[in-house]
């Protein structure tokens, strides 16, 4: 008897202690577009065609992404980098985002992405740049370690800058980098990013 209570003991420890772990979804990347704004919550329709609700957390940061220019981009800056490896190690880049100050460090690091197949995501510092007849080529620095880039002419550059809750409304393209599936099904953000002007944010 004793044998079975603490089998069944053991088993019920085991069913509380796993179960919000299986339950518990990793963060997801949303691409699309605001259809509808009721308050905090705005019912969107991913990239992939799925209706969903995101819910932007009380007082979490709204980014409007803009368009920015190779001009921009200069040591000391601190972006990131959506690529492709090549064969030499380095990443031809398919899109910048130039971060505020205020962001610096964000994301830091090399890994891989989600936006196109075998694309990768670079956040670092800029600690060189260097024109060449084969265009730029910038050296990105980040805390383990560090990449070259290369720009080709038609790498989207775009830049965020401070916005507000109330500046997100329908047909606006949002990304959102990490949200976080609760029960319901919503979608919770920390952080939106939305295209100013109609523009889609490329990362």
């Known amino acids: 008897m004793?044998?079975?209570?603490?089998?069944?003991?053991?088993?019920?420890?085991?069913?509380?202690?796993?179960?919000?772990l299986q339950a518990q979804e990793p963060p997801k990347r949303i691409r699309g577009t605001i259809e509808r704004v009721d308050g905090n919550i705005f019912e969107v329709?991913?990239?992939?065609?799925?209706?969903?609700k995101v819910l932007l957390k009380e007082n979490a940061p709204v980014l409007a992404v803009v368009r920015a220019s190779l001009s921009d981009i200069k040591p000391g800056t601190y972006i990131g980098v959506s690529g492709k490896p090549q064969p030499d190690g380095s990443q031809k880049a398919t899109?910048?985002?130039?971060?505020?100050?205020?962001?610096?460090?964000?994301?830091?690091?090399h890994r891989p992405w989600d936006l196109e197949p075998e694309?990768?995501?670079?956040?670092?510092?800029?600690?060189?740049q260097v024109t060449s007849a084969d265009g730029q080529t910038l050296t990105l620095k980040y805390?383990?370690?560090e990449k070259k880039i290369t720009l080709p002419q038609q790498?989207?550059?775009?830049?965020?800058?401070?916005?507000?809750a109330g500046d997100l409304k329908a047909g606006e393209k949002i990304f959102v980098?990490?949200?976080?599936?609760?029960?319901?099904?919503?979608f919770e953000a920390q952080r939106i990013a939305f295209g100013k002007d109609g523009l889609t944010p490329p990362m």
């Open 2 to 20: 004793k044998t079975l209570l603490r089998a069944a003991g053991a088993a019920l420890i085991f069913a509380i202690a796993s179960g919000p």
């Open 45 to 52: 329709k991913t990239r992939e065609g799925n209706d969903i």
């Open 95 to 109: 899109e910048i985002h130039i971060f505020p100050e205020a962001l610096r460090g964000v994301g830091d690091g």
């Open 119 to 128: 694309s990768t995501m670079t956040n670092g510092n800029i600690e060189e």
């Open 143 to 145: 805390k383990d370690g």
């Open 155 to 164: 790498t989207d550059i775009v830049a965020f800058q401070k916005a507000e």
């Open 177 to 186: 980098s990490a949200a976080i599936k609760l029960p319901d099904g919503t």
